[in-house]
């Protein structure tokens, strides 16, 4: 059976605004054993147990060898894989999902139709730091954070507190976008939110899992098995991310437009390895690390040529290895998002059925299970 390596950087867990680490990329690969020597060519003048991209980012020769493993031949979008989540846009785009989604639905809008949700996330990211200021946006977010991570009624009235505040202000002097916070204004009973609330609903594993396990299920046409670092998240939550693999999982496709995904999803098996002992692990290591580190100077401003991080996020993307992820636009139309397709009648959000899956909903099994 074929194997996937999967390695992560930048997890800091339900702590999504931690300033030093905006970033978090999981990263995968699947090479031959001939492969595998190639890719390691580059790093044979280096000395320990195991390559660890944290290492080799340190000098002037461990960068080089890096890029050098990148373009590689053995290294492509047949082989190897990541996904790339910009932490402090996820916060936005789960206030949506969790705060705008639901009143949405009570009025009979589908939040989620031609790409309503993404193009809100942008404007929300866009606009609000100018609208009111980056300060004032940015305490808002990290109170919405508190409110799912501690789950009291002290916070939860406090993040009233200052989203009457804010609506207030935004009434005032942008009426339009007072609308993006007054739910949080009608919500009465703090527990009837927190109940929505999985208990790692800000952990962005989980959504990179969707879309990595979908991508090699797609590439692979198979089932596959995942070797994972012991020490790392992934390989402690099996039980729970094998359950969208169940093979009495219904045999569907969820999702509109080009946000599709395929349940079950094709993982077999999660093996938690010693990561000095699988070099492909190490690979996995060094691809998430020098992402995750080219897209933290480019959180900052533009990348200039010539410089590691641009030459890292040049060549991934040249070769397509970065396949999905969450990253903040100014796109807000349903054409230049690639989201411009109606939902069919029956068609269910990947976002809904996810969760129906995880909470055991019959609907989503088979029968005879």
């Known amino acids: 059976m074929k194997q996937v390596n999967f390695d992560e950087s930048g997890n800091t867990g339900q702590n999504l605004l931690d300033d030093g680490d905006p970033v978090f990329v999981l990263a ?64 936005v785009t789960k206030y949506c999902d969790l705060v705008l989604e639901p009143s949405m639905r009570q009025t009979g809008i589908d939040f989620y139709a031609r790409g309503r949700n993404i193009a809100t996330g942008n404007l929300l990211t866009t606009v609000m730091p100018t609208y009111l200021n980056p300060r004032s946006w ?26 009457e505040i804010i609506h207030a202000h ?7 976008m007072a609308d ?24 962005p594993l989980l959504t990179s899992y969707h879309f990595m396990a979908n991508h090699w299920g797609s590439t692979i046409g198979d089932r596959f098995e995942i070797i994972a670092d012991e020490s790392k998240v992934l390989a402690k939550e099996k039980e729970r991310l094998l359950k969208l693999s169940d093979p009495n999982l219904k045999e569907t496709r969820v999702g509109y437009d080009r946000r599709t995904i395929e349940y079950p999803l094709k993982v077999a098996d999660i093996m938690a390895v010693d990561s000095k002992a699988h070099r492909q692990v190490q690979c996995a290591d060094i691809l998430a690390g020098a992402i995750a580190c ?4 480019r959180v ?27 990253w903040p636009s100014q796109l807000i139309d349903p054409s230049a998002l690639g989201t411009d397709t109606e939902p069919g009648k029956g068609d269910i959000d990947a976002a809904t059925y996810n969760a129906m899956i995880l909470q055991g909903h019959p609907v989503t099994r088979n029968r005879e299970t």
């Not at 940015?138 to 406090?158: C, K, P, Y």
């Not at 935004?170 to 339009?176: D, F, G, R, Y």
């Not at 590691?308 to 992820?325: I, M, P, T, Y």
């Open 28 to 91: 995968s690969c699947s090479l031959t054993a001939s492969q595998t020597q190639e890719a390691f060519a580059h790093f044979l003048s280096f000395q320990g147990p195991e390559l660890k991209f944290a290492r080799l980012r340190k000098s002037a020769s461990g960068q080089r060898s890096i890029l050098d493993f990148l373009n590689s031949p053995a290294v492509t979008s047949a082989t190897a894989a990541a996904v790339l989540i910009h932490k402090p846009y996820m916060v």
């Open 138 to 163: 940015s305490n808002f977010l990290s109170m919405f954070v508190r409110v799912i991570r501690e789950r009291t009624a002290n916070v939860f009235r406090d993040w009233q507190t200052s989203a």
């Open 170 to 176: 935004l009434a005032h002097n942008q009426p339009q």
């Open 180 to 203: 993006f916070i007054a739910p949080i204004l009608a919500m009465r009973h703090a527990d009837e939110f927190f109940a929505m609330l999985s208990d790692d609903e800000l952990d």
């Open 294 to 297: 080219a897209c933290k100077v």
């Open 300 to 326: 900052k401003g533009p990348l200039v040529e010539g410089t590691f991080a641009h030459d890292v996020l040049r060549v991934c993307f040249d070769k397509g290895l970065v396949v999905d992820g969450l």
